[in-house]
């Protein structure tokens, strides 16, 4: 057990040594995983007629998920019941703002700069990870 201890010690220090911005696209990876397996799940249990309410509760239960994983080991903010309120509120405003971004971009990449719809899609994620990574340091999790 104490062996357990001192690896998950480590390994917990050394996640901490890395820079915050490839701490973000890591924890971002997990959470659209875990957020895509639970759009096939909700898909597999509903049915394919209901992709848009599995959709939606997927974004709902992965929100909280993802919420809870950026707070923990990304930005490591503290707080009362409250500030964790105040905090996934905002959250949710900087996904809106991402998905705005996201839609925007998509458009300009393909519309205008006539990019094929499958680069311009990656190129748009590109500025939107990089947009919600300022978001929701300096805005959702903005340390006190």
Same mark, same amino acid.
């Given at each position: 057990? !104490?062996?357990?201890? *001192? %690896? /998950?010690?480590?390994?917990?220090? /050394? ?25 096939? #799940? ?17 974004? $709902?239960? &992965? &929100?909280? $998920? &993802?919420?809870?994983?950026? @707070?923990?080991? =990304?930005? *490591?903010?503290? #707080? ?5 309120? *105040?905090?996934?509120? !905002?959250?949710?405003? =900087?996904? $809106?703002? +991402?998905?705005? %971004? ?5 458009? %300009? /990449?393909?519309? $205008? +700069? #006539?990019?094929? =719809?499958?680069?311009?899609? /990656?190129? +748009?994620? =590109?500025?939107?990870?990089?947009? &919600?990574? %300022?978001?929701? @340091?300096?805005? +959702?999790?903005?340390?006190?």
């Amino acid at each position: 057990m !104490k062996l357990i201890l *001192q %690896i /998950f010690l480590t390994v917990w220090n /050394f996640w901490f040594t890395l820079p915050d911005k490839i701490r973000f696209v890591l924890v971002g990876g997990f959470n659209a995983t875990v957020s895509y397996l639970m759009y096939v #799940g909700f898909v597999l249990w509903f049915g394919e007629g209901k992709y848009w309410m599995s959709m939606t509760l997927a974004w $709902i239960f &992965s &929100s909280f $998920i &993802s919420f809870a994983t950026q @707070k923990i080991f =990304v930005f *490591q903010t503290k #707080g009362k019941f409250a500030d964790w309120v *105040q905090e996934y509120i !905002k959250c949710v405003g =900087v996904w $809106i703002v +991402a998905y705005l %971004i996201n839609v925007v971009m998509l458009e %300009i /990449f393909v519309r $205008i +700069a #006539g990019i094929n =719809v499958y680069p311009a899609q /990656f190129l +748009a994620i =590109v500025c939107t990870t990089v947009s &919600s990574y %300022i978001l929701f @340091k300096y805005f +959702a999790f903005r340390k006190k």
